[in-house]
């Protein structure tokens, strides 16, 4: 069964400064993977999402993220983050049958 | 506008009675979810439907049931049999032929449920 870690429960780093969100996932065929962000209370909002061909996607909100097939892994990067970036970041894999992980909840310092 | 309506934002219930979540899409869907959200366990699959008069259970079915009558609708309902209830419950839908892929989910702006 798919399944998705993301190691990271809390992140905390400085506006301006680079941003990296881990996540690794477990998949019997090629995995369709998702990132999608939440602020509190409120639905999710997709991020950008990977099914096949160029391993870096661009997504919205200066985001991209790369898919290692090696690594299982498909990380959330974003160059400089600003304090708006401040939410709850899940990362997600499947087909029909989507699973999630647990979360990452990004706290950005002025 | 097309989205995902969720009613009521905010629920309190008391113990031991039944409550049912609406979830309305007019993005002409297929696919219907519905997920529980607790702090600190992401998103978890409670039951989903591909297609009308069918549904099949995710992953912590239990004390919940589903109808899936219209292709629009896809209400939830929480039993007296669901011993922790109190969460917030996010309905989703999939568009299965985007242009460059598939399987993107929208996201209502979900329901919390607090019982008393």
């Known amino acids: 069964a798919q399944s998705v870690t993301q190691p990271d429960i809390h992140i905390t780093v400085s506006e301006g400064a680079s941003l990296e969100l881990r996540c690794n996932y477990s998949?019997?065929?090629?995995?369709?993977l998702f990132w999608y962000v939440q602020s509190p209370g409120q639905g999710l909002q997709l991020l950008l999402k990977y099914f096949s061909g160029d391993t870096l996607v661009q997504g919205i909100k200066g985001f991209e993220a790369e898919f290692k097939r090696s690594q299982s892994s498909f990380n959330l990067r974003k160059p400089s983050v600003h304090w708006s970036d401040a939410a709850e970041y899940f990362c997600?894999?499947?087909?029909?049958?989507?699973?999630f992980g647990a979360g990452t909840r990004l706290t950005v310092k002025p | 506008d097309g989205g995902i309506t969720q009613s009521p934002k905010y629920l309190f219930r008391k113990e031991g009675q039944n409550v049912t979540l609406s979830c309305e899409q007019n993005l002409n869907h297929d696919a219907m979810y519905w997920y529980r959200q607790d702090p600190g366990q992401g998103l978890r699959l409670i039951y989903y439907?591909?297609?009308?008069?069918?549904?099949q259970k995710g992953d912590i079915a239990e004390g919940y049931s589903v109808s899936r009558e219209k292709k629009e609708s896809f209400p939830l309902t929480v039993t007296s049999a669901q011993k922790n209830p109190t969460a917030f419950y996010l309905c989703a839908s999939i568009s299965r032929y985007t242009s460059g892929g598939r399987n993107e989910q929208f996201f209502g702006p979900g329901t919390r449920l607090t019982v008393l």
């Open positions: 439907s591909q297609i009308v008069n069918d549904f």
């Open positions: 997600a894999v499947g087909a029909d049958d989507m699973r």
């Open positions: 998949y019997g065929a090629t995995p369709y």
